[in-house]
């Protein structure tokens, strides 16, 4: 048995594989991802806590399995990301993570918090009257994607010219695709960046109050800036939205609409634990890692697979069942964990929250329309495709 990518349990029901691999396979190589995968809670957080051996240098720029005629298009962008805050050990890390979190300071967060709630609610004032709506593209994206763009600076009738290029970027370097839609990726990719250094060079000439502003003033290069925006405007506008979609699926499955306000917090931590939207992070080894028995050899990828911490038993009694008020439920891993730990976590939470509790006190009669559930294909992310509700 080993990971497949493009079947349908890799996303949807990985737990009785990723079980085994915990309790026979700790150390586990995986022909298919070309990594080996540890699936231990204590060896996952003990690997992000090491970056010394676990080492982030270019471990996003998984894109292997580009073509040549695709690489040659992207030419010196083939280098996927290679000075992203995520994809770079100390000291360049320690330097450009603390250009980021000036911008993430507490009092921006949460003045962000009454921008999102509104947008929340017009998306709702439109929305409401139609009775249903297909989760994902109707009600889950739009809010969190304009407050990224307006916390980064995007003007507003750019926002969906920057969303489906984001779209195509990601799939592009994150999972496998034919060589002919690789080509049509490669170019929807170049011409984002394009816009990306064209706003940052705007802002230069002319500063706002936003993210990019902040950023063309710091110590940071023009290429780390663009590509940390890029990264950034990924982050809000994928990650969220799939967390919320994830969320809102099992707390109707399980019965629990509307949240109590009460209740927000916690039940936003255990649905993050119990399906996360991202399942886990890559790096490489320094140098020959013995780890139960096993030679991870110096130079290979290792998965951390945060989806199989959150779901061990030893740290989380019963794994598989939601509890709203789990009281370890927050020390799930999947905003990472150490210095690479995720910098717009707080954002991330504040979103949930809100639109929970926005979407709860709109739409009280929330229901699933019967149907199968469809997730994305992806190595590292638990997105659904679709998510077909209703409501009275
Ligand atoms: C539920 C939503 C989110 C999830 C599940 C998530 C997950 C993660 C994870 C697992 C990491 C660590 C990567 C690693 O160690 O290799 C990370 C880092 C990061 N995240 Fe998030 N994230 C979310 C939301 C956001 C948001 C809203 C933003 C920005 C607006 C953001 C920006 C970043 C950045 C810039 C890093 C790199 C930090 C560093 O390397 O020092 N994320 N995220």
Redesign the pocket.
Known sequence: MDFDVSSDWHVAAPYGFLRTLRHEHPVFHSEHLGAYVLSRYSDVRGA?ADPRRFS?KG?LTISRSLTEETRARLGEHGSFLSSF??NVDPPD?TRL?RS?SRAFTPRAVANLERQFRELNERLLDRVEPQGKAEFVAELGHEPSVKL?AR?IGVPEEDEAFVQARVKDWFQLFLSPQPPERQLELADSFLTYLAYVDRLVAARRDDPRDDFVTLMTGSELSHREVVELIS??LL??ND??PN?LGNSVLRLLREGVWPVPGDRLAGAVEEC?RID???LG?FRYATEDIELHGVTIPRGSLVLLS?DSAAHDETVFPEPERFVIDRPNADAHL???YG???????A??RLQ?RTALEVLGDRLPGLRLVEQPVVYRTSLVGRALAALPVEWA
């Open positions: 992000y982030s471990s805050v995520a890390h993570r980021v990224t916390f990264t950034i982050g809000g990650t969220v967390q993050m996360g939207a991202s992070s945060t999947v905003f990472g210095i690479h730990f995720c910098v717009g976590a954002l991330g949930l």
